[in-house]
T-cell receptor, first 113, second 113 residues
């Protein structure tokens, strides 16, 4: 079954404690991206990756890091989380030739206290 | 700045009725893709329909169709014979030439029995 898997689904943590949200896809997609969803703002792109070792900033990259060492994985790292990063996060993937995210993960609800 | 505007924060219709969700966008690019995504209460993000800007013919997927007016930069979604399962947030989005998606703030659609 084609899947984009995010973990954890929910996390409550405190300011400054480093965390990683994992994202893995089983469709051999080149393109992967991270979004955050906030009420009234829709989704905003954080980072995206066109292929292994190729990453680029989206619209709201501040406070986040990513890596793409393997094709299937695209973790999102918050080195020093702050309350304004409390949000719902989505990972997505597709074949590069499509030019848009076809498959989304189920989302990760992060609360930073 | 490239933007997407969904002017209807919330709409509700009776089951089996037809409903149209509006979307306008602003871009200086000539070639781009437009999308409607659906996010049901389960919060999954599901691609509903897409439209290539260079195509004059409006896209259709079963009960979902779009009215694409390129000159007016308008991209509305029509849902025919609405069903209870259509209750969801609907997001309009377009993708820039560099694969970045720009999203609207969303329209909450409620289908009443």
């Amino acid at each position: 079954e084609a899947q984009v898997t995010q973990n954890p689904r929910y996390l409550i943590t405190v300011t400054g404690k480093k965390l990683t949200v994992t994202c893995s896809q089983n469709m051999n997609h080149e393109y992967m991206s991270w979004y955050r969803q906030d009420p009234g703002l829709g989704l905003r792109q954080i980072y995206y990756s066109m292929n292994v070792e190729v990453t680029d900033k989206g619209d709201v990259p501040e406070g986040y890091k990513v890596s793409r060492k393997e094709k299937r994985n695209f973790p999102l790292i918050l080195e020093s989380p702050s309350p304004n990063q409390t949000s719902l996060y989505f990972c997505a993937s597709s074949f590069t030739r499509q030019g848009f995210p076809q498959h989304f993960g189920d989302g990760t609800r992060l609360s930073i206290l | 700045a490239q933007t997407v505007t969904q002017s209807q924060p919330e709409m509700s219709v009776q089951e089996a009725e037809t409903v149209t969700l509006s979307c306008t966008y602003d871009t200086s690019e000539n070639n781009y893709y437009l999308f409607w995504y659906k996010q049901p209460p389960s919060r999954q993000m599901i691609l509903v329909i897409r439209q290539e800007a260079y195509k004059q013919q409006n896209a259709t997927e079963n009960r979902f169709s779009v009215n694409f007016q390129k000159a007016a930069k308008s991209f509305s979604l029509k849902i025919s014979d609405s069903q209870l399962g259509d209750t969801a947030m609907y997001f309009c989005a377009f993708v820039r030439s560099n694969y970045q998606l720009i999203w609207g703030a969303g329209t909450k659609l409620i289908i009443k029995p």
